[in-house]
């Protein structure tokens, strides 16, 4: 069981993270949060779980999420911006996942918009979801599944998921990892909050950009095509070279993108 004592005094100090509330088992810490944000919660207030019954990944699909092996946690966040602004907080908790596990000294990297990475093989997925409040505003609920210390996955995922301690050779410390990843994020959303863009993490979103210099093909319902991915917009977009040398900015919640070397 995570060590509830443990987590509170490796955040002391953390000014969003004080109220971290770790749970056995769970459906979804997505669905706490949100029931937690109905009923007034303020924004930093965050759920961890030893295990989910019911996870969820991004276009309904089921997140794997076995017990006492992994992090399963979700944040809630009331940010006063646009909801058209949404999607660009959900590369933040990338980019600070990416720095926690690169304390590990793993080459972890983004494969655009917010899976991470390590050597092709995903070790983290994030799902954002938005919802309206009574008073008309909304919140978001940020929920994060990250591989640690699973050494098997089931068939299905076999040839894409990994984890931390299968790439380190060694377990890793849970509660160090997430305190690590929160304090990350909580630095990456303060910056986000002053510009309402990404424009002071661009630089280091791109340079943990898996996909950057690589041939990506995006799978557009309007016809798929093949460039070269260059970066990002500071809105979040993936900038994609076409072959003519025109440079498409690529919507994640219109189109997927893949490598066409397999998963990255």
């Not at 918009?113 to 940020?142: H, R, W």
């Not at 098997?152 to 299968?166: D, H, N, R």
């Not at 630095?187 to 340079?207: A, N, P, R």
């Amino acid at each position: 069981m995570l060590d509830q004592k443990k987590l509170d005094s490796l955040l002391a100090g953390c000014r969003f993270w004080e109220k971290v509330q770790c749970f056995e088992t769970v459906d979804s810490t997505n669905l706490i949060v949100k029931d937690w944000a109905r009923q007034g919660a303020e924004e930093g207030r965050c759920a961890v779980a030893e295990a989910q019954t019911a996870g969820r990944g991004r276009r309904g699909r089921s997140w794997i999420s076995p017990p006492g092996e992994n992090l399963y946690f979700s944040i809630l966040l009331r940010p006063q911006a646009e909801a058209s602004h949404v999607a660009m907080i959900t590369l933040l908790m990338a980019i600070a996942v990416t720095q926690g596990v690169r304390e590990l000294h793993l080459d972890a990297k983004i494969k655009w918009p917010n899976d991470v990475v390590i050597n092709g093989k995903k070790i983290c997925g994030i799902l954002t979801e938005m919802y309206q409040s009574a008073a008309g505003s909304f919140f978001l609920v940020i929920g994060t599944g990250i591989n640690v210390n699973q050494k098997e996955f089931p068939e299905e995922v076999k040839k894409t998921a990994g984890s931390l301690a299968l790439e380190l050779g060694a377990d890793v410390d849970r509660e160090v990892l997430l305190a690590s990843v929160l304090r990350h994020f909580s630095d990456c959303y303060d910056s986000f909050l002053e510009t309402m863009d990404l424009s002071g993490q661009k630089e280091l979103y791109e340079s943990f950009l898996v996909n950057k210099g690589r041939v990506v093909e995006v799978l557009d319902p309007k016809g798929e095509w093949q460039g070269t991915a260059i970066g990002i917009e500071k809105t979040g977009e993936l900038l994609v070279q076409r072959k003519d040398g025109s440079v498409e900015a690529v919507y994640a919640g219109e189109v997927s993108v893949r490598g066409i070397y397999g998963y990255v």
